[in-house]
């Protein structure tokens, strides 16, 4: 499939294992993959691994950086050394695409100004809902790590019911908790409670908050307020999967004496090798798309 894209020259820039295992499932399919700031796997070869920033980068076609993106300014949140994206996209000479999580003004300027298409993997359906299978197992083991009780039996609540709260409600479910879902719209909270959720509408959570051992946020905004933090109950343990900075007070829980953890890239963590996989089921799709999308 895709094999003309076999014929371009293909560079993962910075990420985690979960790019490392990416790296190797290209490769493993034949495309032609260089390797920069991305940690060494034992399946991955040294070949492939390009210590200068400058050499990984100046003939590629395609430029995958990691699904968490970059800082404000440009700068790539995981890598094994310092990547300015911007930096790195002036010195580029013939590349086409730019696969990156999001990509922020800075970014889309430069990526602009080198000529490239970008592609925002994780507004991609496939990609989320796939993500959202280690994300939920991650967050349901960090879940474990941190109570004293099963997953089995507790009352547990997911904020949020997109593509990674339907998915981890479901899996908490599977585990016999009684899983509640909190949305704001009422076709969320009518599917959430067609699969057997008990569901809550934002408007009264703060009156159903205080029943819960286990709470999972997935919105990415401030949902969980100092005013929520001080119904919530003292021994529960709050899991935040939204992107940084998430949607939690992290202060009021503190200041209540509540464990909150913010969880931020599970799937690299928890799962590298299936996560890894993932990213080479869906991105020669998305530059494909990209590239076809010129003609
Ligand atoms: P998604 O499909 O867009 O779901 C987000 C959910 O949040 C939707 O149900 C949305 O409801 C709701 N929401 C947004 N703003 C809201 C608000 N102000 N009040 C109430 N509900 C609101 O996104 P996703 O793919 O599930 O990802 C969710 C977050 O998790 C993102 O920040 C993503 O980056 C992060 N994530 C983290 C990990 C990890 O490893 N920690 C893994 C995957 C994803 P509406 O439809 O009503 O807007």
Redesign the pocket.
Known sequence: MYSKLKQLKWCILGGDKRDAHFAHSLLKCDYDVKVCGVPQIDELPGRAMVNDLEDAVKDADVLVCPVTGTDPQGVLRKSTVPIDLTAVLSRTSKLKVLVIGTANEAVSKAAALAGALVVES?RDDEL?IL??IP?AE?AIQIAMENTDFTIHGSASIVL??????LTLASTLLSMHSNVSIA???RS?LARGRALGFSPIH?DDLACELPVFDLIFN????L?LDAKLMRVVKKTAVIID???PPGGTDFESAKAEGIKAIL?????GLVAPRTAGEILASVIPRLVHESLESLS
């Open positions: 994780m989320a993500n959202s994300s991650g949020g019911m997109g593509r990674t709260g949305a704001r719209k969320d934002f997935t919105v990415p905004s949902v999967l939204a992107s969880a931020p890239g599970l799937p």
